[in-house]
């Protein structure tokens, strides 16, 4: 499975910005999708992650209640809606595709990062 993310940039603080994630080569509908980030000198860390069917989700509590995940299953693609975006925000943002597990403790894919940069 390839999985390709786009959609960063640099926003002001406040502000919103959507990151997709295209998958192909695989059977989009039988791999849990899930998004994570890296910042400057920190650990990649779990952000979101959709179930199979699109029904269940989980969030870190860092994000809880400003991104959203969100697929859709006839353009495998896999979104994440960031909004009241802060400088903590600031990370390389990676798509990931997994088998068991909205927690995603076992990745099997992982994307190319997309840079979200949020100025103060």
């Known amino acids: 499975v390839q999985l390709q993310a786009s959609g960063g940039g640099l926003v002001q603080a406040g502000g919103s910005l959507r990151l997709s994630c295209v998958a192909s080569?695989?059977?989009?509908?039988?791999?849990?999708m899930g998004w994570f980030r890296q910042a400057p000198g920190k650990e990649r860390a779990f952000i979101a992650a959709?179930?199979?069917?699109?029904?269940?989700?989980k969030y870190a509590d860092s994000v809880k209640g400003r991104f959203t995940i969100s697929r859709d299953f006839r353009a495998n693609s896999v979104y994440l809606e960031m909004n009241s975006l802060q400088a903590e925000d600031t990370a390389a943002y990676y798509c990931?595709?997994?088998?068991?597990?909205?927690?995603?403790?076992?990745?099997?894919?992982w994307g190319q990062g997309t840079l979200v940069t949020v100025s103060s």
């Open positions: 990931a595709a997994g088998r068991y597990g909205l927690a995603m403790r076992n990745v099997d894919y």
């Open positions: 080569g695989g059977t989009f509908s039988t791999y849990v």
């Open positions: 959709i179930g199979w069917s699109g029904g269940n989700t």
